[in-house]
């Protein structure tokens, strides 16, 4: 059975920076490109950033490209999302997935159509940012 497991949620005040981890069992996590989603209440979800099996491509959501870093050890199956200079607007859910394949799919993979790759997904753990 496989289990993914977000951890490291929590309240921050802004300018503050959290470490969400994400660890996996029960499949080869090295078979999987990771990836970190968020969602807020209200809204829908946004891809924030994933990460090919090597750790050596990463993409970025347009709107993640400066205060958040993702990056995975495989030798503990974890993947990590590194949050800096935290925002009211980070306040979210977050929520970790492992995809199909061992790629992200490029720059399209937050596009609805590769929805469907993204097979194993978390419970998600809380960020709230407060003033």
């Not at 503990?76 to 200079?85: F, G, P, W």
């Amino acid at each position: 059975q496989v289990q993914v497991m977000e951890s490291g949620g929590g309240s921050v005040q802004e300018g503050g920076s959290l470490r969400l981890s994400c660890r996996t069992s029960g499949l080869t996590f090295g078979d999987h490109a990771m990836a970190w989603f968020r969602q807020a209440s209200g809204d829908e979800r946004e891809g924030i950033a994933c990460i090919t099996w090597t750790g050596g491509t990463i993409w970025y959501g347009d709107s993640f490209k400066h205060r958040f870093v993702i990056s995975r050890d495989n030798a503990m199956s974890t993947v990590y999302l590194q949050i800096d200079n935290l925002k009211l607007e980070d306040t979210a859910t977050y929520y970790c997935a492992a995809r199909l394949y061992a790629n992200c799919g490029g720059p399209r993979w937050t596009d609805s159509s590769e929805r469907e790759t993204w097979g194993h997904w978390g419970q998600g753990t809380q960020v709230t940012v407060s003033s």
